[in-house]
């Protein structure tokens, strides 16, 4: 990801978060809060995040607690929102909101999940 992009304004902001529902704008970042099942998920949305961010050379800021992850992000070299945060923020929301479909190999984790995670 590249730092040399423009930032954009609000009512642009507004336009290109439709496509990410869950996300808003607020004080010059775009903003999502996770809630998990508690410490361990937690732990597991965070590196997730991490390891996303670190591949793609953009970090967000994060604030976390036993069940919950709030991920901010603005392109500071941009001092605004940039295509960057967009494409980051699509790909933590589709990596720590990924679930194994019912009857995939994986939906044994899921069953053991259900009733610790929110979407």
């Known amino acids: 990801m590249s730092d040399d ?5 609000e009512s642009e902001i507004a ?5 990410l529902p869950e996300w808003e704008y607020r004080d010059g970042w775009i ?4 809630k998990t099942g508690g410490w361990p998920h937690t732990l597991m949305v965070v590196n997730a995040i991490g390891y996303i961010a670190e591949a793609g050379c953009h970090h967000p800021d994060l604030a976390v607690s036993w069940a919950e992850v709030h991920v901010k992000l603005m392109t500071h070299s941009a001092k605004g929102v940039t295509d960057n945060d ?3 923020a699509k790909l933590i929301e589709e990596h720590v909101m990924w679930r194994p479909a019912e009857g995939d ?12 995670w929110t979407r």
Do not use: S
């Open 5 to 9: 992009k423009k930032a954009y304004n």
């Open 15 to 19: 336009e290109k978060l439709k496509d």
């Open 31 to 34: 903003r999502r809060k996770y």
């Open 86 to 88: 967009f494409e980051l």
């Open 105 to 116: 190999a994986l939906d044994g984790f899921e069953v053991g999940m259900k009733k610790k």
